[in-house]
Each structure stands twice: as structure tokens, then as C-alpha cells.
T-cell receptor, first 112, second 116 residues
Framework: KQEVTQIPAALSVPEGENLVLNCSFT??????LQWFRQDPGKGLTSLLL?????REQTSGRLNASLDKSSGRSTLYIAASQPGDSATYLC???????????FGTGTSLTVIP | GAVVSQHPSRVICKSGTSVKIECRSL??????MFWYRQFPKQSLMLMAT?????????EQGVEKDKFLINHASLTLSTLTVTSAHPEDSSFYIC????????????FGPGTRLTVL
């Protein structure tokens, strides 16, 4: 069974800093990997989706990378802002496309 | 992008009652929908996979008689929490799978269930 782990569990940075969130997974047979943002008490907002054949995706200040062979993905946030404060989740779609495995999440606080 | 709605967004009920949560794909047909629950400060855990016109597949440890799932149409799946107890209080999120043009899951906004 796929296991998805995120490190760190919590992160606090001053505004303006660049930061990296890590996601690791145990089974490299994935269909895609997705990064989500979740605000307290709210649903999920999809940030970036990387197909298994891709190595990275970029959207604005966000850049996500994927290394299937090592079972790792990173989410890079440039010039962090207080509005970036949220929980970030990575999720793996299995090769069959039928199951989604969520990571444990990283709670980010950006201090003004 | 595709939109998935959930209703209600928040529900408070008494212990022993049943609660139904609806998940709708608004602008696409979803042959597969998924139900997740999330406890405070924890990640989402898949409860069951719902396929239109067939019985849902439940994850290990999830009671199928307690969490009834019906996927009667390509745009609607319902989760009924039967005889709810305080330990069922949680955040329930559904997702709908859109096969084309690119196999993607879209998530609903979630339903906060509080059982008194």
C-alpha cells in the first residue's frame, strides 16, 4: 500500500523567505502527484499537478518537482506571504487512477 | 475547472440520528466518486470509492452499514451516516473523478459534521 509522508509537519517562516516542503512516497508506480492547499475548516484547493512523465510544474510563485525513482516531490514557494499560511497536502494517484493517497500535511505559518 | 459541490456545508445533529451528505459534480459526469474523512489536524483518509450503478468499495476499518453510500447517477453520490455518535464528528470531503480530457479528481468543499 502506498504511504505518503510530508516533512516538516509544521513550518514557521518570516514573510519574504523562500521555502521548500517535502513529500515522499513508497511506491513509485504512480499516475500523478498533486499538491493541495487547505485553509482551516475548508476544503482543498489544487495548486499543482504533475503527471508521472513530468519532472516539474510551475504556477506563479510555486514550483513543484517530482522524482519518481527516489519517491520524492518538493513544493517550492518563493517570496512567501502571510496569505500563504495554510496546510499543504501532497497526494498520489495510484497507477490504476482509482485511489488517492494523501500525505500527512505540512502546516505553514508565514509571519508578517 | 470542474466544480464539485457538497451539501450541507455544516450539520449538527443529535446522537442516534442519521445524516445524509450530498456530493454533486456540477459540470461533468463522474463515474467514480470518493469519500474522505478528516479529523482535526490530520490528513484526509479515504473511506470508500463509489462507482455509479454499483456498490461502493470500502476501505479497511470503515463500517459499510454505518456509512451508507449511494451513487445513483453520474453527477450525484450521497453518504449517509447512520445512527451517528459523537466519535463520528469529523470533516467529510468528497471528490469526483473526471476521466476526460485528463484523468483528474476534483474535490468538494467539505461538510463539517458535529454529533452532540
Amino acid at each position: 500500500k502506498q504511504e505518503v509522508t510530508q516533512i516538516p509537519a509544521a513550518l514557521s517562516v518570516p514573510e519574504g523567505e523562500n521555502l521548500v516542503l517535502n513529500c515522499s512516497f513508497t511506491d513509485s508506480a504512480i499516475y500523478n502527484l498533486q499538491w493541495f492547499r487547505q485553509d482551516p475548516g475548508k476544503g482543498l484547493t489544487s495548486l499543482l499537478l504533475i503527471q508521472s512523465s513530468q519532472r516539474e510544474q510551475t504556477s506563479g510563485r510555486l514550483n513543484a518537482s517530482l522524482d519518481k525513482s527516489s519517491g520524492r516531490s518538493t513544493l517550492y514557494i518563493a517570496a512567501s506571504q502571510p496569505g500563504d499560511s495554510a496546510t499543504y497536502l501532497c497526494a498520489i494517484t495510484s497507477n490504476t487512477g482509482n485511489q488517492f493517497y494523501f500525505g500527512t500535511g505540512t502546516s505553514l505559518t508565514v509571519i508578517p | 475547472g470542474a466544480v464539485v459541490s457538497q451539501h450541507p456545508s455544516r450539520v449538527i445533529c443529535k446522537s442516534g440520528t442519521s445524516v445524509k451528505i450530498e456530493c454533486r459534480s456540477l459540470d461533468f459526469q463522474a463515474t467514480t466518486m470518493f469519500w474522505y474523512r478528516q479529523f482535526p489536524k490530520q490528513s484526509l483518509m479515504l473511506m470508500a470509492t463509489s462507482n455509479e450503478g454499483s456498490k461502493a468499495t470500502y476501505e479497511q476499518g470503515v463500517e459499510k452499514d454505518k456509512f451508507l453510500i449511494n451513487h445513483a447517477s453520474l453527477t450525484l453520490s450521497t453518504l449517509t451516516v447512520t445512527s451517528a455518535h459523537p466519535e463520528d464528528s469529523s470533516f467529510y470531503i468528497c471528490s469526483a473523478r473526471e476521466a476526460l480530457p485528463r484523468d483528474t479528481q476534483y474535490f468538494g468543499p467539505g461538510t463539517r459534521l458535529t454529533v452532540l
